[in-house]
C-alpha cells in the first residue's frame, strides 16, 4: 500500500514562490500518474498539475500553466510542486495522489491521497 505525505506548505506574500513535497512510502509510484491537486474552502477539489512516473509527461490546469512547474525525483520517490509567481486565488490545501489512468482529471479518478498542506497568500 502506498502511502504520500506533502509537505513545504506555508504563508506567502502574491508574487512569491513556494515548493511542495508528495513523497512516497509503502511502494514506488511505478506506473502510476502522481497528481496535484487543491481545495479552497467552500469549494471542490481541483486539478492542479500532474506528472507520469515513467515517461515524466506533465500536465497543467490552465490555471497555473506558466506558473507552476511539477516535476519527480524518481531516486527519492517524490513528486515536487514549484509554485511561483503565487496569487490569493491560489490560497488552498494542496494535495497529492495517484492513479494508473485518468481521462479527465477530477478526484475522483485518484487514490491514495495524503493529508494535505496548506498554502496561504496574502495580498
Known amino acids: 500500500q502506498v502511502q504520500l505525505v506533502e509537505s513545504g506548505g506555508g504563508l506567502v506574500q502574491a508574487g512569491g514562490s513556494l515548493r511542495l513535497s508528495c513523497a512516497a512510502s509503502?511502494?514506488?509510484?511505478?506506473?502510476?500518474?502522481i497528481g496535484w491537486f487543491r481545495q479552497a474552502p467552500g469549494k471542490e477539489r481541483e486539478f492542479v498539475a500532474a506528472?507520469?512516473?515513467?515517461?515524466?509527461?506533465?500536465y497543467y490546469a490552465d490555471s497555473v500553466k506558466g506558473r507552476f512547474t511539477i516535476s519527480r525525483d524518481i531516486a527519492k520517490n517524490t513528486v515536487y510542486l514549484q509554485m511561483n509567481s503565487l496569487k490569493p486565488e491560489d490560497t488552498a490545501v494542496y494535495y497529492c495522489?495517484?492513479?494508473?489512468?485518468?481521462?479527465?482529471?477530477?478526484?475522483?479518478?485518484?487514490?491514495?491521497w495524503g493529508q494535505g498542506t496548506q498554502v496561504t497568500v496574502s495580498s
Open positions: 495522489a495517484r492513479t494508473p489512468r485518468t481521462s479527465s482529471w477530477t478526484f475522483q479518478d485518484f487514490g491514495s
Open positions: 509503502g511502494r514506488t509510484f511505478s506506473r502510476n500518474i
Open positions: 506528472v507520469s512516473w515513467s515517461s515524466g509527461t506533465t
